[in-house]
T-cell receptor, first 112, second 115 residues
Framework: GENVEQHPSTLSVQEGDSAVIKCTYS??????FPWYKQELGKRPQLIID?????GEKKDQRIAVTLNKTAKHFSLHITETQPEDSAVYFC???????????FGGGTRVLVKP | GAVVSQHPSWVICKSGTSVKIECRSL??????MFWYRQFPKQSLMLMAT?????????EQGVEKDKFLINHASLTLSTLTVTSAHPEDSSFYIC???????????FGSGTQLSVL
């Protein structure tokens, strides 16, 4: 089955700096890669996703890149703000709407 | 967007009792729902895939007789934790899709504490 590894497990950045989280996956058949933000005790919220036919996608301060050959994808958050502090999860699946395999999560702390 | 409601949001029960968690799609029909479990400070782990009108598909290592899943209608899936023990204490969360190849919508989660 699919295995998703995520690094780093914790990330502390100064407000205004960039944050980068990296994930690798094992199943070459995976084609859909969402990123979620989760606050304590809350449901995961989809912040951005990318499909395998695209190498990069951007939405305001958030961007995701995908290298399907190397089986890795990354989340980039620019101009970080304190409200970006949360746990971020990457995930992979064979198609959107299919079962997701999550990475281990990254706890991001943005210091004002 | 689509709304997935989960109930209860938290429950405390005694060891040995059973607890039922409901997951409802409020404004769409969900032929498939997924159940995840999340231990404190850990990731979400898929427990099972719930298919309307048929038996659930459980992930390896998940006891189907302990975690009973019923998807009796297109808008409701239930997870029953039978004979709960303290090690079953966790955050349980469901997700559903409107149709294949579209993103999943997550329920609000249920925090289960077994004393």
């Amino acid at each position: 089955g699919e295995n998703v590894e995520q690094h780093p497990s914790t990330l502390s950045v100064q407000e205004g700096d960039s944050a980068v989280i990296k994930c690798t996956y094992s199943d070459s058949a995976s084609n859909y890669f969402p990123w979620y933000k989760q606050e304590l005790g809350k449901r995961p919220q989809l912040i951005i996703d990318i499909r395998s036919n695209v190498g990069e996608k951007k939405d305001q301060r958030i961007a995701v890149t995908l290298n399907k050959t190397a089986k890795h994808f990354s989340l980039h958050i620019t101009e970080t703000q304190p409200e970006d502090s949360a746990v971020y999860f990457c995930a992979a699946s064979r198609a959107a709407g299919n079962k997701l395999t999550f990475g281990g999560g990254t706890r991001v702390l943005v210091k004002p | 967007g689509a709304v997935v409601s989960q109930h209860p949001s938290w429950v405390i029960c005694k060891s040995g009792t059973s607890v039922k968690i409901e997951c409802r799609s409020l404004d769409f029909q969900a032929t498939t729902m997924f159940w995840y479990r999340q231990f404190p400070k850990q990731s979400l782990m898929l427990m099972a895939t719930s298919n309307e009108g048929s038996k659930a598909t459980y992930e390896q290592g998940v006891e189907k007789d302990k975690f009973l899943i019923n998807h009796a209608s297109l808008t409701l899936s239930t997870l029953t934790v039978t004979s709960a023990h303290p090690e079953d204490s966790s955050f349980y969360i469901c997700s559903a899709r409107v149709r294949l190849d579209e993103k999943l919508f997550f329920g609000s989660g249920t925090q289960l504490s077994v004393l």
